[in-house]
């Protein structure tokens, strides 16, 4: 098993930020809203594949993402394990896009309504709160499981 690699960007303008409605029924977030997001390509910083990444996904482009969070997803039923490193930015440019229909579509969520809002999963409610806290020095560290044998939840979440 290797631990692969990933970024996520959320991007915030006017009050709201960029998540992606998950469109592949094999994922465990399918018609979730969850940040957009993948894994950076050779010889390229976490901070360049934020960029790439927001761009290929939504069309926007954005600068100085700042590091706010660290999340591990594991997957023990097929040993799967993504670590991945969330940036926010609100250095936001151009029109949301959806350049990838088959996989997600970019929906601007009101920051406000996050917590009302059903499409978004309680871990992310609780993840976007602590990196969107403009006073906040401390950075996300959370884990979420699911398949886990020995566990009487398929699907378990903690902040560390």
């Known amino acids: 098993m290797s631990i692969r690699t990933r970024v996520a960007c959320v991007a915030v303008r006017d009050g709201h930020i960029v998540l992606m409605e998950k469109l592949i029924p094999s994922y465990f977030?399918?018609?979730?809203l969850a940040p957009p997001g993948g894994g950076p390509e050779l010889h390229e910083t976490l901070e360049e594949a934020c960029i790439r990444e927001m761009d290929e996904e939504t069309?926007?482009?954005?600068?100085?993402?700042?590091?706010?969070?660290?999340?591990?997803?594991?997957?023990?039923?097929?040993?799967?394990?993504?670590?991945?490193?969330?940036?926010?930015?609100?250095?936001?440019?151009?029109?949301?896009?959806?350049?990838?229909?088959?996989?997600?579509?970019?929906?601007?969520?009101?920051?406000?309504?996050l917590t009302d809002?059903?499409?978004?999963?309680?871990?992310?409610?609780?993840?976007?709160?602590?990196?969107?806290?403009?006073?906040?020095?401390?950075?996300?560290?959370?884990?979420?499981e699911w398949n886990k044998k020995d566990s009487d939840k398929n699907f378990i979440w903690s902040i560390v």
């Open 29 to 32: 977030n399918y018609k979730q």
């Open 117 to 144: 809002n059903k499409l978004v999963p309680c871990y992310y409610k609780e993840f976007l709160k602590i990196m969107l806290n403009e006073n906040s020095v401390v950075l996300l560290n959370a884990r979420l």
């Open 59 to 113: 069309g926007l482009k954005i600068n100085c993402p700042v590091l706010k969070g660290v999340v591990s997803y594991i997957n023990h039923g097929n040993n799967d394990h993504a670590v991945t490193f969330f940036f926010v930015t609100d250095e936001v440019q151009g029109e949301l896009i959806t350049k990838e229909p088959e996989k997600h579509v970019p929906r601007w969520v009101e920051i406000e309504t």
